[in-house]
């Protein structure tokens, strides 16, 4: 059986452009995440606005304190987005992944989003992100209450959804990059969907065990920065793929 859902390859379909990715990886350690030479570290903070917590991302030098324990809910998670972009006028980009999971009778799920800020050259953000997108999920509903309904799954008693998105600099303006962002949607086994019965559909046959693409929700887009509106706008809107990033 498939216990956790294998994402897919990377999309068939190249970027209309090709550059440098100016995204650097960090390396997670503790509660921040810092450049692999150690210069800089990304951190955590967290204040009320209007009544509700915002945590955003802050750059500090290596060996300079910032941050500290983020208080989450039983629901929530805050981690610091595993990259990290400078810009010409020494400021950042810089992000925070808000995760989010539920508990179903006999599954679960998971999902995150990134939330990614511009930062000064003293690394504090500003008051909103730039940017909101789905980074990843991964659902398993129940699907089988009886030796029946195990038999008419071909043993498949879990629906898996399952999604993963990757993010990409692509040249642009020497203040802010384009970006281009890629996702891959699963669904495990073949047809199944969130808004159908599975216990109504045609019994499966082993040669539906196998995790299929989604190509609505397996798509491409370059987002480039709106000064006027102080955020990054996609060429093409984004299609509802809610049933992989909403546990």
């Known amino acids: ?78 981690q610091p987005w595993t990259g990290l972009v400078r810009l010409a006028d020494g400021g950042f980009l810089a992000g925070v992944e808000a995760g989010a999971r539920s508990m179903y009778s006999g599954g679960g799920g998971q999902a995150s989003e990134l939330r990614l800020y511009r930062l000064t050259a003293a690394g504090e953000p500003g008051a909103a992100p730039v940017l909101t997108v789905p980074i990843r999920g ?13 038999k008419q799954r071909a043993g498949a008693c879990h629906d898996e959804y399952g999604f993963d998105a990757t993010l990409k600099t692509a040249g642009g303006s020497d203040a802010l990059p ?16 969130r808004s159908a019965d599975s216990l109504e559909k045609a019994p499966l046959t082993k040669a539906d065990l196998f995790a299929e693409r989604d190509p609505n929700c397996s798509y491409q887009r370059r987002f480039v920065f709106d ?20 546990p």
């Open 1 to 78: 059986m498939i216990a956790t859902l294998l994402v897919a390859a990377a999309l068939q379909t190249a970027p209309a452009v090709s550059v440098t990715d100016r995204i650097e990886n960090l390396n997670l350690a503790d509660d921040r995440t810092c450049t692999a030479d150690g210069a800089w570290c990304v951190s955590l903070v967290q204040e009320m606005r209007e009544g509700e917590v915002v945590v955003t991302p802050v750059v500090r030098a290596a060996g300079e304190a910032a941050g500290g324990e983020i208080e989450a809910g039983e629901v929530e998670t805050y």
């Open 178 to 193: 384009m970006l281009d962002y890629e996702t891959v949607a699963t669904a495990f086994p073949r047809g199944v969907s």
């Open 227 to 246: 000064a006027a509106a102080g955020v990054y706008q996609p060429d093409r809107p984004l299609p509802d793929c809610s049933d992989y990033t909403v």
């Open 138 to 150: 991964a659902l398993m509903i129940r699907a089988c209450f009886s030796e029946a309904d195990m």
